[in-house]
């Protein structure tokens, strides 16, 4: 089942001499459930996709459509909503709160969307997370990998159907790193959690169902995994 179609996105910022062509004539498909690695050279485009399939930034031109929805015809207040519900954005910098504490920071989505609290499921989220011994920390009482962890959780919370992954693992070790793609892993297995991973690592992109290659703003190779490092 199809859960995502980009069609003919093209985006540039700037204009004469500075003029830069971020995506170029992109269009690929996303089936639910598919773990999706997009990787490419600094400045390939890679981010900008993953911004504008997330709502957070407007094509010049071309089509994101989740569950048949096409995103950016939506007003500013429902795309916020989309973003909330549908969407788990996970970034390089962590992003959170400095005066919530774990817990706190994993059910920002929640409060801010007006929902109830899932204490059984806020309770699992924060076992699976690693988490339990940290939940009542600030942000700057945690470790890098703790942070992201934080991060990731605040993703899950609503159970999007859609996570969205930009160099989760770009400012940690390699221990750290290996936890995070498991971490993410587990959600796309479990919950059937369609996982989009923008990444520069070749080990972790070779975990993914799928590969997207791009360069200058284009789709240079689209190939599906066969030998997985599971």
């Known amino acids: 089942m199809e859960l995502l179609k980009v069609e003919h996105l093209c985006k540039t910022y700037g204009d004469g001499e500075n003029q830069v062509n971020a995506l170029s004539d992109i269009s ?19 981010s900008t996709l993953l ?15 989740v569950d048949g929805t096409e995103i950016h015809r939506k007003s500013q207040e429902e795309l916020a909503i989309f973003r909330r519900r549908q969407v788990g954005l996970v970034y390089q910098f962590y992003n959170l709160i400095p005066v919530l ?28 997370l690693g988490l339990s011994q940290r939940r009542n920390h600030l942000p700057k009482q945690l470790s890098g990998g703790q942070q992201q962890r934080v991060s990731i959780g605040r993703a899950l919370i ?4 859609l996570m969205l992954a930009d160099e989760p693992t770009g400012n940690l070790d390699n221990k750290n790193s290996h936890e995070i793609i498991e971490l993410l892993k587990y959600s796309n297995r479990t919950y059937r959690q369609t996982l989009l991973l923008v990444t520069h690592d070749e080990e972790i992109a070779l975990q993914a169902d799928r590969i997207i290659q791009i360069q200058d703003g284009r789709i240079v190779s689209d190939q599906h995994v066969n030998d997985k490092r599971r």
């Not at 690929?28 to 890679?46: D, Q, R």
């Not at 059910?107 to 924060?126: T, Y």
């Open 28 to 46: 690929f498909t996303v089936e639910k459930g598919e773990f999706v690695a997009i990787t490419g050279a600094s400045g390939s485009g890679k």
């Open 51 to 65: 911004h504008i399939i997330g709502g957070v930034d407007v094509p010049d031109s071309g089509r994101v459509l």
């Open 101 to 128: 504490n774990v817990e706190e920071n994993i059910a920002l989505p929640l409060k801010l969307d007006g929902q109830q609290i899932n204490r059984q499921r806020l309770d699992e989220l924060i076992e699976i």
């Open 158 to 161: 609503n159970a999007p159907a």
